[in-house]
């Protein structure tokens, strides 16, 4: 394969990245607008919420099948446009079923996105032979910034959700398409992609688990960001309303400013030292955010989480691409399942604790989970590939 090649198969799949970053975060930030255009009540919204990712989770799965009969280009050409649509969707409608069938398309869509992007994320990074994984996801960070800032704009100037979402989707789903032309995977030959695909099986979940459990434990405490930074900055520190929403932009920026480093970090270090690193800062964070006694020093735990929890999801899907290099396609599929259960146990689980307990010390809960990565940490160094292992595979070409 060319360098020309990887270069543009490179720059492709971070332009897919971005792209699925502003779509997600345009879902994400306008569901108070959503609730009010269909009429969805309080009680049915969670319902509605729990849904979209519990049916990614079932796309995740059946990627899995699916990419044992064809690439994950093919997967991530088409789903990618799919998720756009569904976004317009949800935009569009003006009854409730309308709105589930929407949410429902974005969910299966969104699940077989995520894992064919991560699948040629590292079957690319196997290719150039040392890290480049979180520099896809920074290119994600950059879309969520860029929908959030968007969505912002929608809400400030009363625009509907259809006004909002029909200029995104006009623009980015030709530059999706366009974009696709240049996906690459880094197998070798076509005779290596077939037994890959045959040794599906080989994939022992029981190697996995620790990968699993790492990658649930970082969507709790991001999920808990997400839900629960404004409330808490506002309700616990006192801060003004306009002040709470600035934690989680904080945190959006420190994510991509350590995914943008980050590769050269694990290039120097080693894949095992920055996750650790990564989880003790994230935990660190944690704490500081459940003692601060004021609205200033909960966004310095904040930015401390984005900067140590940006590192590991990233790593988790490199790290399952090198323990099974023969089936990594399906060890990611897997894996990308603990996204979305993360994602579904963490706001609940805050917000129990926090009405049961107190909103400080539910703040421990993930702080733990976090800081229990430390013990799976040894997962990230496998065998055989030594990219992102303490040192470069030798006599890599650097392609971009």
Not at 139 to 147: E, F, P, R, T, W
Not at 254 to 283: E, M, Y
Request: glycine content about 12%; proline content about 4%.
């Amino acid at each position: 394969m060319t360098d020309a090649r990887l270069r543009h198969g490179r720059a492709s799949l971070a332009l897919s990245f971005f792209v699925q970053g502003v779509t997600f975060a345009l879902l994400v930030t306008r569901i108070p607008a959503i609730q009010d255009r269909y009429g969805i009540s309080d009680g049915l919204l969670p319902v509605f919420l729990a849904a979209v990712p519990i049916l990614a989770g079932v796309g995740s799965v059946v990627t899995e099948k699916v990419v044992a009969r064809v690439r994950p280009r093919v997967v991530l050409r088409w789903a990618q446009p799919l998720v756009l649509l569904a976004l317009l969707g949800v935009g569009a409608g003006s009854h409730v079923w309308e709105a589930a069938l929407a949410l429902g398309v974005f969910g299966l869509s969104v699940g077989a996105l995520d894992a064919s992007m991560n699948m040629m994320g590292v079957s690319l990074q196997r290719a150039y032979g040392r890290s480049i994984m979180l520099g896809f996801h920074a290119a994600y960070s950059l879309g969520g910034i860029a929908g959030a800032s968007m969505a912002w704009a929608g809400a400030h100037w009363d625009l509907s959700l259809l006004a909002s979402y029909l200029p995104v989707v006009v623009v980015l789903l030709p530059v999706a398409f366009l974009g696709s032309r240049w996906y690459v995977e880094g197998k070798q030959e076509e005779e290596e992609q077939q037994a890959a695909r045959g040794k599906a099986g080989s994939v022992s979940f029981k190697l996995l688990m620790p990968l699993c459990l790492v990658m649930c434990f970082a969507y709790i405490g991001d999920s808990t960001v997400s839900n629960w930074s404004a409330k808490y900055l506002q309700d616990v520190l006192g801060s003004s309303e306009q002040l709470s929403t600035v934690p989680y932009n904080v945190y959006m920026v420190t994510t991509l400013l350590g995914r943008a480093v980050g590769d050269f970090g694990v290039r120097r270090f080693g894949a095992v030292a920055v996750v650790r690193a990564g989880s003790v800062l994230a935990a660190a964070g944690f704490g500081v955010v459940a003692v601060a006694g004021g609205a200033w020093v909960g966004m310095l735990g904040f930015t401390m989480l984005g900067l140590g929890l940006c590192v590991i999801v990233p790593q988790t899907f490199a790290a399952a691409g090198r323990m099974f290099p023969g089936a990594s396609d399906t060890a990611i599929a897997r894996l990308n399942i603990f996204n979305y259960v993360g994602f579904l146990v963490g706001s609940p689980l805050v917000g129990a604790l926090g009405d049961a307990w107190s909103y400080r010390g539910a703040m421990l809960v993930p702080m733990v989970l976090v800081l229990a990565t430390l013990v799976y940490a040894k997962s990230f160094g496998a065998e055989p590939a030594r990219y992102g292992g303490g040192h470069e595979r030798p006599r890599t070409v650097d392609v971009g």
